[in-house]
């Protein structure tokens, strides 16, 4: 049962931006941290963004001062807002919550979205 579902992929060229958002299919009611994973073609997964319980945000180098990760508490909702996008961030982008879902407190993770750059 996926309880997490990943929107607002798309193409986009060069320079252009993009804002992922993620929805829980229910309330978190406590997590440990939220995260942003991609995976381009022929490529393992790799971290974006970190948001920890605590408030800190962790960005992967390649995406500093570039992507954006934000949660809103009132929707319920997780965002990544890419800004300036490059060919090499063409991928899947996944989210992912350790928390409390569904009554089960586990790594949870959406189906992805798909981002592509062009050149």
């Known amino acids: 049962q996926v309880q997490l579902v990943e929107s607002g992929g798309g193409l986009v060229q060069a320079g252009g931006s993009l804002r992922l958002s993620c929805a829980p299919a229910?309330?978190?009611?406590?997590?440990?941290?939220m995260r942003w994973y991609r995976q381009a073609p022929g490529k393992q997964r790799e971290l974006v963004a970190s948001?920890?319980?605590?408030?800190?945000?962790i960005y992967e180098d390649s995406v500093k001062g570039r992507f954006t990760m934000s949660r809103d508490n009132a929707k319920n909702m997780l965002y990544l807002q890419m800004s300036n996008l490059k060919p090499e961030d063409t991928g899947v982008y996944y989210c992912?919550?350790?928390?409390?879902?569904?009554?089960?407190?586990?790594?949870?993770w959406g189906q992805g979205t798909q981002v592509t750059v062009s050149s």
């Open positions: 229910g309330i978190i009611s406590i997590f440990n941290v």
């Open positions: 992912m919550i350790t928390g409390a879902l569904g009554g089960q407190f586990k790594d949870h």
């Open positions: 948001l920890e319980r605590g408030g800190r945000t």
